[in-house]
């Protein structure tokens, strides 16, 4: 499959080269477009008594952020389509910037909800999206490798701006640490700055064994018009087999996604387990997390995984579910120590490879669009996932049922992900197959026609 998709670029990618320095610039975005709205947490409590508001309104500060990152998906891959990654990663940077600079003079929850959640957000987006997009401009042979190795940026960030948030928040409070966190951010833009747009005069090596290539070029014609066609908004995705499977099993995914992370110190409080203790839980699921997903990205470039990465990327969400079911079952802090372990194994392999697996399926051209339109539809359950397991444990007054259904959310997508993309590769193999055989016989009717175009003048009359 990712032969077939990266045939239609146009060029050869570079494959190495200065494409690990992108990879760097993608390694510090991502990094911050995840690790940023779970980092600020630590400020939650002083911003609580701050305005004096519930711990569900100063909740929503992280839910607002992560929504509009996923909603603003569309504009981002519009204006990367249209202006490149580099700038768009650029003003991301500013906007993320400006937000908690603005943030930091807020006079009320619902300022925060505009500033961090809203302009933040979009500003997230604006990084996001173009990260992932140019990876697939710079890289075939070794993308897996490549997004392993940049979507490790976000366990690496978030440890590293967890204990550096403790340290502003002892040293600065709240606001100055908004301020100062807001010229931290600016990093994106040198980030951006490193995002040089691929040399694409490096054409594919021609295949001289091709017997029509008036019929190739013709191809080639009518993909380029439909690439000008669809220029900003791909809505031929949505007849897209492959992706609407990677939609519909991602949207029921990411309602059990985030959850597990977000009660996982909570949970171990209610067990009995100091405050340390739980926090360090955190600590030992990052550093997993972290280790695995260049692993990830490794095995995902083999030769055995690369051909049906997808199945790959079906063990890891039917991981994570089985994990989750077995999480309540853990006794003691021991217990939580393993879970803490598997569930950062597994939750490293799935984030390694999710933007892979969806490039593999519609192919680096049509990336940036695809990525736009799923984070858009993620969006709602990204939102309400982690309220709605909060609304589990408030009505059973239990956290073990929360885990229970959060397996559930994460194992069904995964069983559903290993048939269909059964389905998948036996109908692209038919597919393949006949485009095959049609070849063969264009090749036949070519030789065919080249024949009595040579045997016409011998058999004319003489005058």
Request: with cysteine.
């Amino acid at each position: 499959m990712p032969p077939a998709a990266a045939a239609n670029l146009g060029y050869t990618p570079p494959d190495g080269g200065y494409g690990w320095a992108v990879v760097f610039g993608s390694f510090i975005s991502i990094g911050f477009s995840y690790a940023f709205p779970k980092s600020l947490t630590i400020y939650f409590k002083e911003i609580q008594d701050f305005f004096s508001v519930s711990y569900s309104q100063i909740a929503w500060v992280s839910s607002v952020m992560l929504a509009s990152m996923y909603a603003a998906g569309p504009v981002s891959s519009i204006l990367v389509n249209r202006y490149g990654s580099r700038p768009v990663v650029m003003v991301g940077g500013l906007m993320v910037c400006t937000g908690m600079v603005l943030a930091s003079f807020g006079t009320s929850i619902i300022h925060l909800y505009l500033c961090v959640g809203v302009i933040g957000g979009f500003g997230l987006a604006f990084n996001l999206q173009p990260a992932l997009t140019i990876i697939g401009t710079y890289f075939q042979a070794k993308r897996p490798l490549a997004n392993g190795l940049a979507m490790t940026g976000s366990p690496v960030l978030l440890s590293t701006l967890a204990p550096l948030n403790q340290f502003l928040f002892d040293s600065f409070g709240w606001k100055g640490s908004f301020l100062i966190l807001g010229s931290i951010v600016l990093n994106c833009c040198v980030a951006g700055a490193l995002m040089r747009p691929v040399n694409k005069s490096v054409k594919p090596k021609p295949n001289n064994g091709s017997p029509a290539p008036r019929l190739s070029e013709e191809k080639q014609n009518e993909s380029n018009c439909q690439g000008c066609v669809n220029k900003f908004i791909d809505f031929s995705l949505f007849k897209h087999r492959g992706f609407l499977i990677y939609l519909v099993g991602n949207v029921v995914m990411f309602f059990g996604f985030f959850a597990p992370v977000v009660f996982l110190t909570p949970y171990a409080k209610d067990m009995g387990v100091d405050e340390y203790s739980a926090a360090f839980l955190l600590s030992i699921f990052a550093l997993v997390d972290m280790f695995i997903r260049p692993v990830t990205g490794l095995l995902g470039n083999t030769k055995w995984i690369r051909p049906r990465i997808q199945y790959f990327f079906s063990f890891a969400v039917s991981y994570n579910g089985v994990c989750h079911l077995l999480c309540p079952l853990a006794s003691g802090y021991t217990g939580l120590v393993v879970y803490a372990v598997f569930f950062g194994l597994a939750f490293g392999m799935l984030s390694a490879l999710l933007f892979e697996v969806l490039m593999d399926l519609v192919g680096a051209q049509r990336f940036s669009t695809a990525v736009g339109l799923v984070t858009i539809i993620e969006c709602a359950p990204v939102l309400l996932g982690p309220p709605l397991s909060g609304a589990l444990v408030d009505i059973f007054g239990d956290y073990k049922y929360m885990y229970f259904a959060c397996g559930v959310l994460m194992l069904v997508p995964g069983i559903f992900f290993f048939i269909m993309h059964y389905y998948n590769y036996k109908k692209l193999d038919e597919e393949r197959e006949r485009s095959a055989a049609a070849k063969r016989r264009t090749s036949e009717e070519c030789v065919q026609l080249e024949l009595d175009r040579d045997d016409k003048p011998m058999d004319e009359p003489d005058e």
